[in-house]
């Protein structure tokens, strides 16, 4: 049977981790990956996070199997940083279940959703982060995309998208990212959103909104303020939550699917249904990442320094944008870089050729996604004005 596979290509930013770490040049510098850098290039493990975990060791007596929604204590505060001060009933609408991190709410809430009968297309934004695609084909669903962004204008595409949106079938999937959108920086305002959930509403369709950077843009009461919004007013969604760069749990698969009915007594279909699809595939999410973010919540000393953490975060990627927008103004002055400013979140696409990025790979050892996205938290105080000296004549 084996021998009817193929070797499958390594996906396009992995390839670049490979050929990066095989560059011997002392100048290489590496803006592809999206997890968060410090100012020495390292992703530490959150304070907050380390003493959640030294406790977790210290005091964890089994490893034995958790109720199939997984932690009671990380689902409540999960359900308290995505939802914040709602009203008790959206709270007793909404089931939650942890995932094995956003790609795991991601997939259960397509599976889901295939379940549900009601569409077989997801819609996505154009352009998205890759694996929304294999996410969604993997569960059996058709992708379309709407307008979203020009790299070459810096601008998001306000009028292209409101007009494709509001051709969408009805109770078709539409997968929105609430902020920080990844690959590009560019999130609706709020006028633009209540727009969006406009034609949400009126359409009938199913939003699966992608929370991965709560907290990394303008705060964390910000950055969900689209799903609160979309809580007071829509009768169904999906939010898919990720631990992974908020509480630095990459790699210990950490996150949450909040699944919202239209009643509190649906709640517990949807809570069976969710576990369902899980049992089905991966049976239960891991608790290491889940319990570590449990005790963080409990904790007020831990969870304020986690509070102080992600802030901290969230400061140093601002400031990071702030330089490198002055550095390239600096080598172009007929240029206007403040949409590198007033982005949000790790990543922004300079708009550049695939050329042009291969050859700033070849000739200069700067490595970055081939669509040009940079992971802004990978700048570094010394690096930002080669960096700009490099790109800035590229630019347009
Ligand atoms: N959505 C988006 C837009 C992302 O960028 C990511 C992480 N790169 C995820 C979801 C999910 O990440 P994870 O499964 O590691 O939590």
Known sequence: AFDKLKEIPPDAILGLMTAYQADHSPDKIDLTVGVYKDNQGNTPVMRAVAESERRLIETQASKAYLPPLGVAGFREGIRRMVLGPVDGTVESRTAVIQTPGGCGALRVAADMYRRTGSGDTVYLSNPTWGNHRGLMTAAGLALEEYPYYSPSTHQLEVDQMLDSLSRIPPQSLIVLQASSHNPTGEDPDAATWEQVLDIIEERDILPLFDLAYQ???????????????AAERLPEMFVAVSCSKNFGLYRERTGALLIMGKDPSHRKVLETQAANVA?????MSPAHGPLIVAGIFEDPKLHQLWLDEVNEMRGRIQGLRNKFAQALANERSDLDFSWISHQRGMFSLLG???NEVDTLREDQHLYMVRDSRINIAGLQGATIEPIAKAVAPLMS
């Open 215 to 229: 907290g990394l843009g303008d705060g964390l009461d910000q950055d969900a303020a689209v799903i609160r919004a």
């Open 279 to 283: 049992r089905g595939s991966y049976s």
């Open 352 to 354: 550049l050729t695939q």
